[in-house]
């Protein structure tokens, strides 16, 4: 299984916006049907919601791949004290 590592610009990245701007899928169209197919997880757990706020610290899985979602550099949280 190949591993991807995904920097957030913000709070959140919505499920299907995640699949696109890691080139998984060709258009939001096809991310969101695959969503609503079952063929992607959110921390092992189907996730069906085409929208779901994707935050730091999930890891997204969809045919072989997995997407580790890390902070924003640039956020507050990701600063250590």
Avoid: C
């Avoid at 998984?24 to 757990?45: C, F, K, P, T, Y």
């Avoid at 919601?49 to 979602?69: D, E, F, L, Y």
Wanted: net charge neutral; hydrophobic share 40%.
């Amino acid at each position: 299984m190949s591993q991807i590592e995904f920097e957030l610009r913000g709070e959140y990245i919505e499920l299907d916006k995640l699949l696109k701007a890691n080139g998984l899928v060709e258009s939001g169209g096809r991310a969101r049907v695959l969503i609503s197919e079952g063929h992607v997880q959110v921390n092992g757990q189907d996730e069906l919601r085409k929208t779901a706020k994707i935050r730091a610290g999930q890891v997204v899985s969809m045919h072989g791949v997995r997407i580790k979602v890390l902070a924003d550099p640039l956020s507050n949280e990701a600063v250590l004290p």
